[in-house]
């Protein structure tokens, strides 16, 4: 019940911009930045600079075309080029706030724009590069700039306290700002790549149960073609043929019933070792589950008790792997044994897996379930063959949540998984849908 870490595979493509994304937001911007100036050029009458913020607007609108044409969309950015093109909008728009007031005029907190962008997109090197670059503009605009564009005959002035206000303000909500947008981008993209890792476990194990299923299948319809391959061959055999086709005719029987015996082998793994059963008893689903286990050191218990009738359980490969997974995780870190304990009332049923390991550790208790976990004593969560990052057990808890099962996890002279399903939700048979996974990282609790 191994997972594969994918993190290596995927997690430097999820970074990458798309330079279309890039494009697009910068013509925005500038249809936004020609806007603002002709409109205080001509409907407000102020004495703006028109060339020279033209002259700016232009060059960006420049830039684009080229990027536009000699790159295609779909062109995803390595990090130097996406840092690049970042920095040259905060400093374009800088240029043009030094010749519109600098961090006198309102509109200089758009320069958090390119710093948000670097924040989801960058990783912390170049995110730190454009954060110390619009901090630096920043700081020489409220120094720097020429005059902010107002009534004719008129200067605005304002005080120095209240541009050192600005300033602070600027600098706060910068590292706010990114640091926020960092951290939220951060739990998407590990979120991202767990639920890929899900899908592909759950394809895994669907792939694994229709093999089954093929191999009896194909023993069955291959078993009437070799009977008549025999049937003909012993014929040809007791026929007056010459003597130089009789050692082919034995060879050909021989193989046949090969054939037939391997044919059969198949068909009795797929039936014995792997039960194809819609529907079985809880007691048999268990140990169905626990039987690729029991070759460990570790000895597993099952303890079964419960109200009435025993649950019959609806099998499918969600299930199996999710319990399987704690089981192998529990094995793992058991001293002497680990105890699998079934219970049920008419209405709830309850798998407890319990261990007589260390348990859980405390300082990352009550984070358990998240794909991408951070401690120091985390190596209890293991993820195929990473330990300490927790995505085996995520993917196990979702799995196991989306058949409409409830997970708590405890430390009681060991660790403790308890899962809990409604009964008859159980018993008809839990749904599960890769698309109902949650897309954000808010959707896994």
């Given amino acids: 019940m191994e997972t594969r870490p994918i993190a290596p595979m995927f997690g430097r493509e999820g970074r990458n911009l798309r330079i279309e994304t890039l ?15 002709l409109a205080v050029a001509f409907g407000f009458k102020f004495d703006v600079p028109l060339r020279w913020c033209l002259a700016v607007i232009g060059a960006s609108a420049v830039l684009n075309v080229f990027v536009e044409v000699y790159y295609p969309k779909s062109l995803r950015l390595e990090e130097r080029p996406a840092m690049a093109l970042l920095a040259y909008d905060v400093l374009q728009l800088s240029t043009l706030l030094f010749l519109v007031g600098g961090l006198d005029n309102p509109f200089f907190i758009l320069l958090l724009a390119p710093v948000t962008i670097a924040a989801v ?11 110390l670059l619009a901090l630096a503009s920043a700081g020489f605009l409220s120094i720097y700039h020429w005059p902010l564009p107002w009534f004719p005959g008129a200067a ?30 951060h739990e998407a993209r590990n979120l991202s790549l767990a ?24 023993a069955h319809e291959l078993g009437t073609p070799l009977a008549t391959i025999a049937v003909v061959s012993k014929e040809l055999r007791r026929a007056k043929l010459p003597e130089e086709f009789a ?9 046949a019933h090969r054939c037939r015996d391997i044919l059969g082998r ?40 419960g109200e009435g009738d025993e649950p019959i359980v609806a099998n499918n490969p969600a299930l199996a792997y999710g319990i399987g997974n704690f089981v192998d995780n529990a094995l793992d870190f058991a001293l002497t044994r680990v105890v699998v304990r079934a219970s049920w009332t008419k209405e709830k049923i309850n798998i407890r897996i319990v261990d007589d390991g260390p348990g859980f550790p405390n300082e990352i208790l009550p984070q358990i379930g998240e794909p991408y976990l951070k401690g120091k004593s985390n190596r209890r969560l293991k993820a195929g ?20 099962a409830k997970l708590l996890f405890s430390n009681r002279n060991g660790a403790v998984v308890e ?19 949650p897309t954000g990282p808010e959707g896994i609790s």
């Avoid at 890792?197 to 009896?216: F, I, K």
């Avoid at 050692?247 to 193989?255: R, T």
């Avoid at 014995?272 to 048999?284: A, C, N, S, T, V």
């Avoid at 990473?386 to 058949?403: H, P, Q, W, Y």
């Fill in 23 to 37: 494009t697009q937001l910068r013509w925005l911007a500038l249809f936004g930045q020609l806007f603002t100036v």
């Fill in 156 to 185: 605005l002035e304002l005080p120095l306290l209240y541009r050192f206000g600005v300033s602070i303000a600027f600098l706060v909500a910068t590292a706010f700002i990114c640091t926020y947008a960092a951290q939220v981008a």
């Fill in 247 to 255: 050692e082919d005719i034995d060879l050909l029987n021989e193989q």
């Fill in 195 to 218: 639920l890929t890792a899900t899908e592909l476990v759950l394809e895994r194990e669907n792939h694994l149960s229709r093999l089954d299923g093929l191999a009896a299948a194909a």
């Fill in 121 to 131: 997109s960058l990783r912390p090197r170049q995110i730190v590069a454009i954060v």
């Fill in 385 to 404: 063959n990473v330990a300490g990052m927790g995505l085996g057990i995520f993917i196990s808890k979702t799995l196991l949540e989306r058949t409409g």
């Fill in 266 to 305: 198949i068909a009795s793994l797929a039936s014995e070792e792997h039960p194809q059963l819609d529907h079985i008893k809880l007691r048999h689903w268990i140990e169905h589950v626990v039987a690729p286990f029991r070759r460990r050191l570790v000895d597993i218990e099952i303890d079964m008790a």
């Fill in 419 to 437: 899962v809990v399903w409604n009964r008859h939700q159980f018993e008809t048979g839990p749904k599960f849908s890769l698309s109902h996974l």
